[in-house]
């Protein structure tokens, strides 16, 4: 690992060549630097079972550099990003008999990658560069990735950010309409310096693909309502269609958003046929029969979602209700077929700091309140409170439930030396009839940004 410690160093290298080889004055003008630090402190207790509680704290680097456009009717830019992440407490070994807590499952970690003894690295580190062109109004880019769509979403709930490798064309040529297109070969987890294949959540050893297609739409029809739609399709697995409203209304003193979301996932290829799911092509979920069902395995899922918001003076009170039907779980892209390889970020409106309530089957019903304290005198104070209880679970054993409790406080500085530096404390419960997931989990991050450019 230590051998990628130099990554950060190396993106700047990278751009600065890059740079110094360009003659047009845009190139550099336009271009952004800035360094992102982030201390993380991360403790999840399993609170019903002999599993040990996953405690770590470390330290991140993100240095994102980001360069103009050449000048020319047709331009060329590149954008680099380093990440470190620095362990500053591992939390024990993974796998070893009477710990009081571990540093995740064997062969990566919570924040961390594991070591060959199981115990959480000292660092780990990636590089990740993007060439870009611009044309007119539309974008292409190649290299690292990451995107933030209904059909594939990075995650970015630990110590670094999880990042892709493909292409991806966005184009704003008609106004009010932006459209997007890419093909995704690669993953980086986020707590990993290894480039993945791709798979879903379930799949057996070997049974990965290196082709996820995706595009789609955003329509504002006014400055109020927008239309999306997208699609999705990891080859070998699944084939996903996404359907999103969002609208805006003026109600009374306040304003009240809708968001209306609905998918449609199905099987592709080798997930299609009993053969290809008998070698390790399958998704995870629960199915009336098991294994001895011929169509245990094979994605099926509609899944949609309703979330409203009631804001007011400072005030926001939401609700809403999620409904997944079919025979799986909710499906959306993971990186690889290993353990510990997770870390996937689901579009919907349950996935919150713990689960995502996506099981097969489950009804799910939604509250949250959040205030800014901004309106009392304290500006850049905010609070949340959020919970979820989720039922009609499908397994063998008949319906399952549980639900999730979430409450998070968060500070930012602002004025003096320090401004704009953040305080988050992020605290959470669920139980759940699922495995026996009974879990309490705080998370504390300090983030900090220094602009460079």
Do not use: C
């Not at 070998?236 to 109600?251: C, E, I, N, R, V």
């Not at 309703?306 to 804001?311: K, L, R, V």
């Amino acid at each position: 690992m230590r051998k990628t410690s130099l990554a950060v160093a190396v993106a700047a290298s990278t751009l600065g060549l890059s740079l110094s080889s360009a003659v047009h004055a845009a190139f550099i003008e336009d271009s952004k630097a800035k360094l992102d630090l982030r201390n993380y402190y991360f403790n999840n207790d399993v609170r019903d079972t002999n599993t040990a509680s996953n405690k770590e704290w470390g330290q991140a680097f993100q240095l994102n550099l980001q360069s103009g456009f050449t000048e020319g009717t047709v331009g060329f830019g590149v954008d680099a990003l380093g990440l470190v992440g620095v362990r500053l407490d591992g939390g024990g070994r993974a796998g070893k008999a009477g710990q009081s807590r571990t540093p995740g499952s064997a062969g990566n970690g919570t924040l961390f990658p594991v070591d060959s003894d199981n115990n959480a690295v000292d660092e780990f580190s990636s590089l990740g560069l993007t060439g870009k062109v611009r044309y007119s109004k539309t974008i292409a880019q190649i290299g690292t990735l990451q995107p933030k769509l209904p059909v594939v979403t990075f995650n970015d709930g630990r110590l670094i950010p999880q990042t892709f490798e493909g292409a991806q064309i966005t184009s704003n040529e008609i106004d009010n309409l932006t459209l997007i297109a890419g093909q995704l070969e690669h993953a980086k987890g986020r707590a990993s310096s290894n480039s993945e294949s791709l798979a879903i959540a379930g799949a057996g050893a070997g049974a990965d693909s290196n082709k996820f297609y995706y595009g789609g739409a955003d329509y504002k029809i006014n400055k109020d309502l927008l239309a999306q739609y997208y699609y999705g399709n990891l080859d070998d697995f699944y084939k996903q269609h996404f359907l999103g409203l969002t609208h805006t209304l003026a109600l009374g003193a306040g304003s009240l958003k809708s968001d209306l979301r609905y998918f449609d996932t199905s099987s592709d290829g080798n997930n299609g046929s009993a053969a290809g799911r008998a070698d390790g092509y399958i998704g995870s979920g629960f199915w009336n029969g098991g294994r001895a069902n011929p169509d245990f395995g094979e994605v099926d899922n509609r899944t949609w979602s309703a979330f409203f918001t009631y804001s007011l003076e400072g005030h926001a009170l939401s609700a809403g209700y999620q409904q997944v039907s079919g025979d799986s779980n909710f499906i959306q892209l993971n990186q690889g077929s290993i353990p510990g390889q997770g870390g996937a970020t689901t579009y919907l409106i349950t996935d919150r700091q713990i689960s995502n309530f996506g099981r097969a089957g489950e009804r799910t019903w939604i509250t949250q309140y959040g205030y800014d304290f901004g309106k009392v005198g304290v500006p850049g104070l905010t609070a949340n409170v959020l919970y979820m209880k989720g039922d009609n679970i499908k397994s063998a054993t008949g319906d399952l439930k549980e639900w999730e409790r979430d409450l998070t406080v968060s500070y930012v500085l602002q004025e003096g030396t320090l401004k704009g530096m953040g305080f988050a404390w992020r605290n959470a419960s669920m139980r759940s009839e699922v495995a026996s997931s009974d879990i309490d989990q705080n998370r504390l991050i300090v983030s900090y940004s220094i602009p460079l450019l």
